[in-house]
């Protein structure tokens, strides 16, 4: 009995796992995220800085399992007496592994209200666990290096929610 049970359990994960096992070409994501208030960014000479982060993104995939699109975004910051915001543009692409872990890298452009804008790579690392066909909740790693003029490097955890249309 205790076997017949084990293998039921086993063809059920093998089947549902085999269900998502790719992302096709021509499906479209919407998706929002946050850090929900934790992320920390050092920068030369600076104290850390406080970070509440909403990111969207729109995608097309261009490919099977790989994803192109634009993301925007509004971060709020503090450090000490220090507050600001800042608003983000950029381009990303994302490349899904089995359909569910993801990749992604982009380049972004952000003009804050306290300082000059600047760029920044962003890369990112996460699970999309669908809930229903076309909706995931997608937890992730974020690290972004500045470039140019920006020398800073932000490393964040982000909970989000991304719908597929398409697929």
């Given at each position: ?8 359990l ?15 070409q ?7 995220s946050?850090n ?44 000490g ?27 972004s ?14 890369f ?26 920006n ?5 964040g ?11």
């Open positions: 009995m205790k076997r017949t049970i084990l293998l039921f086993i063809v059920s994960i093998l089947s549902v796992t085999g269900v998502v096992a790719q992302i096709n021509g499906t479209f994501l919407v998706g929002a946050s929900l208030g934790f992320s920390s960014t050092s920068t030369e000479g600076s104290d850390n800085v406080n970070v509440f982060l909403l990111d969207l993104k729109g995608g097309y995939f261009v490919m099977d399992n790989l994803a192109v699109g634009l993301s925007l975004g509004y971060t709020k910051y503090s450090a007496d220090f507050d600001g915001s800042s608003t983000t543009i950029g381009l990303f692409g994302r490349y899904y592994i089995h359909g569910k872990i993801f990749a992604g890298l982009g380049f452009s952000t003009d804050s209200n306290n300082s000059d804008s600047y760029n920044s790579v962003p990112e690392f996460g699970y999309a666990a669908f809930v229903t066909d076309n909706i995931a909740l997608e937890p992730s790693l974020s690290y972004s290096i500045g470039v140019g003029d020398e800073s490097n932000t490393f955890l982000n909970v989000g929610f991304t719908l597929y249309f398409n697929r």
